[in-house]
Nanobody, 114 residues
Framework: QVQLVESGGGLVQPGGSLRLSCAASGFTFSRYAMSWYRQAPGEERELVAF????????NYADSVKGRFTISRDNAKNTLYLQMNMLKPDDTAVYYC???????WGQGTQVTVSS
């Protein structure tokens, strides 16, 4: 079955960086588009970044453009989210998502605070 396992979250000061990883299994990872979402307390889950299969075209929420980079390593079946210049508003649980299967990971907490 499809399994997505996120890691790499933590506590970071404003202006800092983190790299999230999502290990995928149970499907041919390279063939499918993947996404990162986040959900802050009391808020709706929102799309952060998206990457296609094949050419790996990307798209980002306006709030993270220029600061976050989504990428994938198909040989390792892993999705990444490099987050730079983090702000307190980036505090949320971050999830990876495989739309084709409707599958979510368990999430990883990112807290940006001094």
């Amino acid at each position: 079955q499809v399994q997505l396992v996120e890691s790499g979250g933590g506590l970071v000061q404003p202006g800092g960086s983190l790299r999230l990883s999502c290990a995928a299994s149970g499907f041919t990872f390279s063939r499918y588009a993947m996404s990162w979402y986040r959900q802050a307390p009391g808020e709706e889950r929102e799309l952060v970044a998206f990457i296609t299969s094949g050419s790996g075209n990307t798209n980002y929420a306006d709030s993270v453009k220029g600061r976050f980079t989504i990428s994938r390593d198909n040989a390792k079946n892993t999705l990444y989210l490099q987050m730079n210049m983090l702000k307190p508003d980036d505090t949320a649980v971050y999830y990876c998502y495989a739309r084709t299967f409707g599958s979510w990971g368990q999430g990883t907490q990112v807290t940006v605070s001094s």
